[in-house]
């Protein structure tokens, strides 16, 4: 199989549905379909295939080679596969949320387009295709975020692309750096020791690019805006998947195979710290939000801060949980945003004091959000739980003072995850329904009391079953995916801890989960005969009035705001203060001012800058 | 075939005399004069593609004393600029200009103009060059005043000081080198000054020539008319002056007569790299905090420019082929850019980013190439952009400048910034309700910007295929400058 043809799947669906109008329903959708259905195919053939390696010359300048350099292997095998897959549950599930809005007719070749520029990331074998395809991939973010709609979605487009593209120039920097200081940029070739300055600066600025796009402190703040106010099945495929996927593969990528860090770098703590930094400040930020996409997308920095605690401990069963937790974590955050969307399509808000009590209603999104929820609070027996509880192993076997902080950080930062979630699910899908707005359009009001439909079902379904099967049945992705990127064999490492005692054993405890839950069933069985008593409540003889009083979801968490440290963080960070892209336009915007008051547009001001010139020149060249 | 060569001169300057008077008999016919006269000289340099270099001697008055006109890698490269970029923003101005009065004269005087940039890139005589550069600037400061509102006319007074002073420094130059040499032919003047000149009178030739090209090419500190006078000029104007004015009468000037004239000497090249690089940061810097599109685009010229003259100043092979082929990038994206600006004036009647908002939905010809344009200047890929800003920075990584690399990666990052801000502005978001009723503008209009946007995208992805015939062959003539010698003079 020519590896090529990766490519020119999406690009060639990119290219029909680029002149298809949308006046023809669902004929951009079906070629997009088909399209990522081929891809997923032969990205299945592509997993059995040997390793293989594609050069495609191009031109020379110089020294320098511009050609085009692939690789197959383990990795971009499996990755493969899941872009494929989370294209594929895009398209279907957009198929279904637009199937009523209006989008852009550049929409689905755009999608298209991104799975071709991530596959060409994945297979690189040479920094600068890669360069380009990083590029690439947040250009069309870029496009795909303006899509939303208004002013606001143009904001948060441009605040992404302002800071996905700072973090692009200095891969840009690192990648021109290496054939004039290594003489090539082919990823195989190369095999940094990390220690001049030079090193270490390629290596801190591939990190840099790689953190952004995968969103961690303190580049994260892209995320959030552009959850809120871009097309929501654009958001789940790339800031919650594809970014992820793609981010932290760069990260492993570099760290694992290019750069050897001599033992006990600073580099890894700087890592770690990174991740621990990560993990607290999105969760307290999350547990604040009241916004359910808002929350969601903070969900999504933090738990990148547990792939960079898993990877930077530099231990193998930390580096294959952290990969392991960036696949589950693309999967559950995709779900979740899936479910976000169906909520909103149906009745349109995300805020959680309007919604409530839509489990009767909508029980498929229900069930789908409670399992990717359940996920990402490391709840066994789903997968969340399996890496996150890998990671943990590796933090435990550091053995050190710092190792055991950022344990302790972990959980606590798993804990407010589960709290955020409870929040999110009591919030719009428990407690007492919400009666919507009396609102005069009665389409509206029926569909309020609907499921999804079943282009937008089936996406979160697949999803949830995904993450209960990589929980039940874990070891088999790990053999399977993640093993042989790292070199892991499943038996007789030398580690003091191998992967068999590290991965949890889910079968004694989903036993016991299922009867627990079997017995749970029966006593509610037997019980419900019985006759419930309403008792009319005393609140210090206050009258309590049940249809106004209402237990807010988003009000849950709102002590925090009150307590003294912590308090002001959150403050001042849902604020803004703490966003770099703030930070860095308040500095430019001095040097702007400056300039602007020299220009005064007095030509006689601009004659003398020039006399002055020609005198400086003159005094240059002539005295000196 | 030699023998056509002072058409590229001699047809527009003709047909600029010709319109004049045949405008008396039939009306409305200076536009389509202009068209074929861009037409055929577009034709006339895709024949000269690939041509050996030569001299050619106007009337049969031989070197040195006679006039020469000049065909090389670099004079075709240029040329090729010229002629594209031309026909692009003819195509635009032929609806667009509909909206002024006295367009038989706008296009005498564009005609001058184009006759001008070509004799300065053809000549081969020194002398010669100073005439066809005022004939170009002194079109230009006409046209930038050729709306005749208060502003136009202030900008283009600051432009004719600021050029006349330029023009005069240069002319002393000129002067100072012909009572050195005793010749105005630039290929016996090269071959005079080899044999040994005065230090001194060199470095203070240097030095004039550096501050009178320097302000044509719009270095810091020499920069401050063009952010009045590129916007104030009509559209197509702007895209001219800023796609090509500044390069041929600046960026070549330094080229050709540094290189090739007076011979490159390592402080010059430290100088045109600080003027470079401060032009970079600057011009970026003013960019950034701009509201009016026009104004915006003017201050990205004076730092795409620092690019190019840092690339030059390089002096080594990436760098001067990093520096040519961002010329001709910047040529393409910031004429259309300023096509595209005129476009939206055109349809909205404003040029303030915030009054704007949501075009792509409402012009999506326009917008497209807007968008297109506004990623290749920020050196986004595939667009042509990145491809020479890599090979500039390269350049600099090569030669150990890594402060100034880091810079111009950073200038880089700030154009991005500011085209992102562009973009959101004028091309997402909503539409305002003022706007609702706009159309996409005439398909002549589309035609020429969409030419350009096709640019865009195929420069950087063919480079393979006309890289070595138009960019490396120049690049090779400023490296073995020499040469020069051998073929501009029998």
Request: charged letters at 10%.
């Amino acid at each position: 199989m020519n590896l090529l043809i990766l490519f020119y799947i999406p690009a060639i669906t990119a290219a029909i549905t680029l002149l298809l109008s949308r006046r023809i329903k669902y004929l951009q959708e079906i070629i997009s379909f088909a399209g990522s259905l081929v891809f997923l195919n032969y990205a299945l053939r592509a997993f059995s295939l040997r390793d293989q390696f594609l050069k495609i010359s191009w031109f020379n300048i110089s020294f320098i080679d511009f050609s085009l350099d692939f690789r197959l292997y383990h990795f971009s095998k499996f990755l493969l596969i899941f872009l494929g897959l989370f294209t594929l549950l895009t398209v279907l599930y957009s198929a279904g949320y637009f199937r009523q809005r209006k989008i852009s007719r550049f929409y689905f070749p755009f999608i298209s387009l991104t799975l071709s520029s991530a596959t060409a990331i994945v297979l690189a074998n040479n920094f600068f295709v890669l360069l380009v395809a990083w590029e690439l991939v947040t250009l069309l973010l870029f496009f795909l975020i303006a899509m939303g709609e208004g002013k606001p979605a143009a904001m948060a487009a441009g605040k992404a692309f302002a800071i996905l593209g700072f973090t692009d120039v200095a891969l840009l920097l690192a990648v021109i750096a290496l054939p004039i200081a290594y003489n090539t940029w082919i990823i195989t070739d190369l095999k940094i020791l990390v220690g001049n300055p030079l090193s270490v600066a390629i290596y801190v600025l591939m990190f840099t690019a790689a953190i952004a796009k995968a969103g961690a402190i303190p580049l994260h703040s892209w995320i959030p805006p552009a959850a809120v106010h871009g097309p929501l099945p654009a958001v789940a495929f790339l800031p919650a998947s594809l970014d992820k996927l793609l981010g932290v593969y760069l990260f492993a990528r570099i760290t694992l195979d290019v750069f050897e860090f001599p033992i006990d770098s600073g580099l890894n703590m700087m890592i770690m710290i990174i991740g621990g930094a990560t993990i607290l400040g999105g969760v307290l930020m999350q547990i604040m939000q009241s916004e359910l996409k808002s929350l969601l997308s903070y969900c999504a920095i933090t738990q990148v801060g547990y792939i960079l605690l898993g990877i930077g401990s530099g231990h193998p069963i930390g580096i294959a949980g952290g990969i392991f937790h960036m696949l589950n974590h693309a999967i559950y955050k995709s779900c979740l945003f899936f479910s976000v969307g169906a909520v909103e399509d149906r009745t349109k808000t995300t805020q959680l004091d309007k919604l409530g009590g839509l489990a009767t209603s909508m029980p498929v999104t229900f069930m789908a959000c409670a399992v990717a929820a359940l996920s990402v609070s490391g709840i066994p027996p789903f997968n969340g739980f399996v890496s996150k509880w890998m990671i943990y192993q590796s933090l435990v076997d550091g053995r050190s003072i710092s190792s055991m902080l950022f344990l302790v950080i972990a959980m606590f930062g798993s804990a407010l995850t589960l709290a955020s979630f409870l929040k999110l699910l009591y919030g719009t899908f428990l407690g007492q329904h919400q009666p919507s707005e009396k609102s005069a359009d009665p389409a509206i009001q029926f569909n309020a009391n609907r499921d999804a439909t079943w282009t937008m079902r089936i996406p979160m379904i697949t999803l949830a079953l995904l993450c209960i099967i990589f929980g039940l049945f874990a070891s088999y992705p790990i053999k399977q995916f993640i093993a042989p990127v790292i070199g892991l064999e499943t038996a007789g490492i030398t580690a003091s801890i191998s992967i068999g005692t590290a991965l949890w054993n889910p079968t004694l405890a989903t036993t016991l989960i299922i009867i627990g839950l079997l017995i749970g069933f029966l006593v509610y069985y037997f019980s419900r005969f019985k006759v419930r008593e309403v008792e009319t409540l005393f609140i210090g003889g206050e009258k309590f009035d049940l249809e106004n009083e209402k237990l807010f979801a988003s009000k849950f968490f709102e002590f925090i705001e009150r307590t003294k440290i912590l308090g002001g963080f959150v403050r001042e960070g849902g604020k803004g203060i703490f966003d770099i892209y703030n930070i860095s336009s308040d500095l430019g915007l001095i040097g702007v001012n400056v300039l602007k008051k020299l220009h005064d547009g007095i030509l006689s001001t601009y004659l003398s800058w020039c006399i002055i010139g020609l005198g400086v020149l003159c005094f240059i060249l002539m005295v000196m | 075939m030699q023998n056509w060569l002072p058409l590229f001169v001699m047809a527009p300057l003709g047909m600029a005399f010709i319109n004049l008077i045949l405008t008396k008999f039939l009306k409305n016919i200076s536009a389509y004069l202009a068209l074929i006269t861009v037409f055929f000289l577009c034709g006339l340099s895709f024949r000269f593609i690939g041509h050996e270099p030569f001299h050619y001697a106007i009337g049969s008055w031989l070197p040195p004393l006679g006039i020469t006109l000049v065909w090389d890698p670099l004079s075709q490269l240029l040329i090729l600029i010229v002629s594209i970029i031309t026909l692009a923003v003819t195509l635009f101005a032929i609806p667009y200009m509909q909206q002024y009065t006295a367009q038989s004269k706008f296009y005498s005087l564009y005609l001058l103009m184009i006759a001008g940039m070509n004799g300065v890139i053809l000549t081969g005589d020194f002398f010669n060059l100073f005439v066809f550069l005022e004939i170009a600037s002194i079109a230009s400061y006409a046209l930038v005043a050729f709306g005749v509102e208060a502003e136009e006319l202030e900008a283009s007074f600051k432009y004719l000081v600021l050029g006349g002073v330029s023009s005069t420094i240069i002319l002393l130059g000129i002067a100072l080198l012909y009572s050195a040499t005793g010749t105005l032919n630039m290929a016996d003047m090269a071959i005079t000054l080899h044999q040994g000149v005065s230090k001194n009178l060199l470095f203070f030739i240097f030095a004039l020539f550096l501050m009178g090209f320097g302000l044509k090419s719009a270095m810091v500190p020499f920069h401050a008319w063009l952010p009045d006078a590129h916007p104030s000029a009509p559209a197509p104007i702007s895209a001219m002056l800023s796609g090509l004015i500044i390069k041929a009468l600046g960026i070549y000037c330094v080229a050709r007569i540094f290189f090739m004239v007076l011979g490159i000497v390592p402080v010059i090249q430290t100088i045109l790299m600080v003027l470079g690089g401060l032009s970079m940061v600057v011009g970026v810097f003013l960019a950034v905090g701009q509201w009016d599109f026009k104004r915006l685009l003017a201050y990205h010229s004076i730092s795409q420019m620092g690019y190019v003259m840092v690339g030059i100043g390089l002096a080594t092979p990436l760098g001067l082929l990093g520096a040519i082929f961002h010329l001709l990038n910047h040529a393409v994206f910031k004429s259309l850019l300023f096509l595209c600006s005129g476009a939206f004036e055109y349809t909205t009647g404003t040029r303030q980013l915030k009054q704007l908002g949501g075009l792509l939905k409402k012009m999506p010809w326009t917008g497209a190439s807007c968008s297109v344009a506004a990623l290749s200047i920020s050196g986004v890929p595939p667009f042509n952009g990145f491809w020479s800003k890599l090979i500039i920075i390269l350049a600099l990584f090569q030669a150990q400048y890594y402060f100034l690399a880091v810079v111009t990666v950073i200038v880089s990052f700030m154009t991005l910034i500011s085209f992102i801000k562009v973009q959101k502005y004028a091309l997402f978001g909503t539409l305002p309700k003022r706007l609702e009723s706009i159309r996409e503008v005439p398909v002549l209009m589309i035609s020429g910007m969409f030419i350009l946007a096709l640019l865009c995208i195929g420069i950087g992805l063919f480079y393979p295929f006309y890289g070595q015939l138009i960019l490396e062959s120049a690049r090779d003539l400023l490296i073995n400058a020499s040469h020069y010698t051998l073929y501009a003079i029998p």
